[in-house]
């Protein structure tokens, strides 16, 4: 479990092809590899990743092409800056929210407005998340634990801070810029309890608007 709070940005150095998944390697930059262990997890944009083999300064994880169809690793190449984050340690602060690295689909960047203090970013997030996200919730982009400042359909906007703009790779968004999206576990988990016995049917997959009414949520 991961917390989207970055601790360092790292540089893929190498992508190599195994068939139809790749071996990543990353330049891990100034995050802390002493306490790092072959099998431990590091969310590398917001995707869990095992760590196949490391050094003093650097990682490997072997990429399945099915996380290369529903993440950004589509779109990455040698050269690519990173978020990371190791997992979250039990006797650590919970500064975020609880992300589990497994992200549910990719979002592209709408529009980005400076502002003096902040920079205001919309993402267009896929159209079967727009459900998930909700205004003041929590969202992971790339990896980064943010909060939801408003929503029109599948969009959504950001406040980011200079902090977060210094020390993350959203400093590097431009209009267009593909991003991994996490939505929020709680909510995921909400839907499915919702559906109560109707869970183990195989037709059970979506909350719709009818069900909601049908149950007494919507009037």
């Not at 990353?26 to 306490?35: P, R």
């Not at 592209?108 to 909700?134: G, M």
């Not at 999206?181 to 839907?191: G, K, N, S």
């Amino acid at each position: 479990m991961f917390t989207g709070i970055i601790e360092a940005v790292g540089i893929i150095s190498s992508l190599d092809q195994q068939g139809q998944d790749i071996r990543l390697t990353v330049q891990s930059g100034k995050l802390d590899m002493t306490d790092v262990h072959l099998g431990d997890s590091i969310a590398t944009n917001g995707v869990c990743l095992t760590v196949v083999d490391k050094g003093d300064d650097y990682y490997k994880a072997d990429v399945s092409a099915e996380t290369i169809k529903y993440t950004g690793f589509a779109h990455y190449s040698s050269g690519s800056s990173v978020n990371l984050e190791k997992a979250m340690r039990t006797d650590s602060r919970f500064g975020g929210h609880i992300v589990s690295g497994h992200v549910d689909g990719v979002g592209t960047v709408e529009s980005i407005s400076e502002h003096t203090r902040y920079v205001e970013v919309w993402v267009k997030a896929p159209d079967n998340l727009a459900k998930y996200i909700a205004h003041k919730g929590s969202i992971t982009v790339d990896g980064v634990s943010l909060t939801v400042n408003e929503v029109k359909g599948a969009s959504f906007m950001l406040w980011l801070i200079p902090h977060t703009l210094k020390e993350t790779v959203i400093g590097g968004y431009k209009v267009g810029t593909q991003v991994n999206l996490e939505v929020d576990v709680i909510a995921r988990y909400l839907e499915r309890l919702m559906l109560g016995d109707k869970a183990a049917t195989p037709q059970a997959s979506d909350i719709s608007m009818s069900f909601l009414a049908e149950h007494g949520y919507l009037k």
